[in-house]
């Protein structure tokens, strides 16, 4: 009561101890589903149109793209079980970090063993883990631009220093690798890659790879590979994991069953290590992964419990049709794209579910940038695209075509009849 008398019958903010985290605000104004739920706020809640997404990653709610059911099946066999209602051990449980690493080991010369896989909820935590790892005072990690929000989020929240270097847009998204090696110095701790590519949807190849490979051994460190798209690849380059190179430069994987099996909600991701040296051992990195994951949550349980029968029952026939169904998705983008005028490509999407595209504001009235190019399709065209801003592209788009073909095709004409409406005459 005193402290309304003295403020006009308002309790005094000044006189609280509290406030909100300005870097929480920061980072959720600069992520991708902060960003989307602006542009999509505005669209006018009733419209004549339905509204066509083709800004996130997530195409499990459209029929074409729902996964498995050898994967639905084992989930229910899991709950049904009753085997898996108890807490998950830190690591995660013993057979599904033993799956992932026989599921890996296909791919690469060495044999994973459980011990070298650590479960997360989703591939997010697993980034989360990894930064939060590596954190120490004055430590950089170099980041790929354009890039994945999260990265920048999470060493903003543990105070890692963001180093950023460029992907090559007219050399299909490849590293500026001299440009890497100016950016390092003895505090540099791990170059980031994401491979295939979000945003780009480039995939990288085995020579650059290895190029890459040598350049972290001669800087002197790690590299932390985001393989949530991994295997989704529908061009003349085939996935190849980067801890192929593992006995060249340590290697963290960082992966999920996200995107492939096509159920992002089921948050089931992992920590790969590929370090035939015992490199990441040595320099006690190993240890911080595992401390963290005794004080953070754990995926769900029986997700875990069905993860042996999900990657070792799964048909080689799922996975050919989500590749057949992107392939073609991802050719009716890039012909459709070409007929607009304002829009560049600059490199045929290849892998992932996105492409990259320029914005030339020269052909437009109207629209100051990319944000308000954005903002203005929403509310005429009801189409959602992820401005590039949010990923350091300024006057750049990120476009999803992994929704259902017809919306795809109904949405890039939106899309065409809005940059029309704008041209310049």
């Known amino acids: 009561m005193e402290l309304e008398k003295e403020n006009g019958g308002k309790p005094s903010a000044e006189r609280w101890h509290f406030g909100h985290n300005k870097a929480a605000a920061a980072a959720g ?38 996964t498995t059911p050898i994967a639905e099946d084992a989930i229910v066999e899991a709950v049904k079980s009753a085997q898996f209602n108890h807490y998950s051990p ?14 890996l080991s296909k791919d690469i010369p060495y044999k994973l063993s459980s011990d ?27 980041l790929p631009r354009p890039g994945f929000p999260l990265y920048e989020a999470r060493c903003t929240f543990y105070n890692v220093e963001m180093r950023r270097f460029d992907l090559i847009p007219e050399q299909g998204w490849e590293l500026d690798l001299d440009q890497v090696e100016k950016l390092t110095d003895e505090n540099t ?16 190849k085995y020579q650059h790879m290895e190029e890459i490979a040598k350049t972290a051994r001669k800087l002197g460190i790690m590299v932390i590979s985001d393989e949530a798209y991994g ?27 996200s995107k492939r099996w096509v159920v992002p909600g089921w948050r089931l991701g ?21 401390s963290i994951l005794d004080i953070t949550i754990n995926p769900v349980t029986f997700i875990q419990g069905a993860m042996p029968q999900i990657i070792e ?27 607009i005028k304002c829009i ?12 990259m595209v320029k914005l030339n504001l020269s052909y437009l009235v109207d629209i100051s940038d990319d944000v308000d190019f954005c903002l203005k399709l929403a509310k005429e065209e009801t189409v959602i695209i992820c401005p590039g801003s949010v990923l350091e592209m300024k006057n750049w788009l990120r476009i999803t075509f992994a929704i259902e073909p017809a919306s795809l095709e109904v949405g890039l004409e939106r899309l065409k009849l809005f940059c029309e409406r704008h041209e310049k005459n």
């Open 270 to 290: 992992w920590i790969a290590m590929t370090d035939p040296k015992g490199i990441l051992s040595e320099t006690k990195v190993v240890d911080s992964i595992r």
């Open 189 to 204: 701790v791990a170059i980031v890659l994401i491979n295939p590519n979000n945003p780009s949807g480039s995939v990288l």
């Open 29 to 66: 104004n600069r992520s991708i589903r902060g960003t989307l739920s602006k542009v999509i706020a505005s669209v006018e809640e009733t419209g004549p149109r339905p509204l066509i997404q083709l800004g996130h990653g997530d195409p499990s709610p459209f029929p074409s793209f729902r």
């Open 344 to 355: 560049t490509c600059p490199h045929k999407p290849e892998g992932s579910m996105f492409v």
């Open 231 to 257: 295997h989704l690849t529908f061009g003349s380059n085939p996935f190849i994991p980067m801890g192929v190179f593992g006995d060249v430069v340590p290697v963290l994987t960082l992966g999920s069953i």
């Open 116 to 142: 070298d896989v650590f479960l997360t909820a989703g591939c997010a935590q697993a980034i989360d883990i990894v930064i939060a790892a590596l954190a120490r005072p004055d430590a950089n990690i170099l």
């Open 90 to 103: 830190s690591h995660g449980l013993l057979p599904a970090r033993r799956a992932v690493a026989e599921y």
């Open 313 to 339: 029952k799964t048909k080689d026939d799922f996975f050919n049709n989500i590749i057949h169904m992107l392939r073609g998705a991802a050719e009716l983008c890039y012909n459709k794209i070409k007929d």
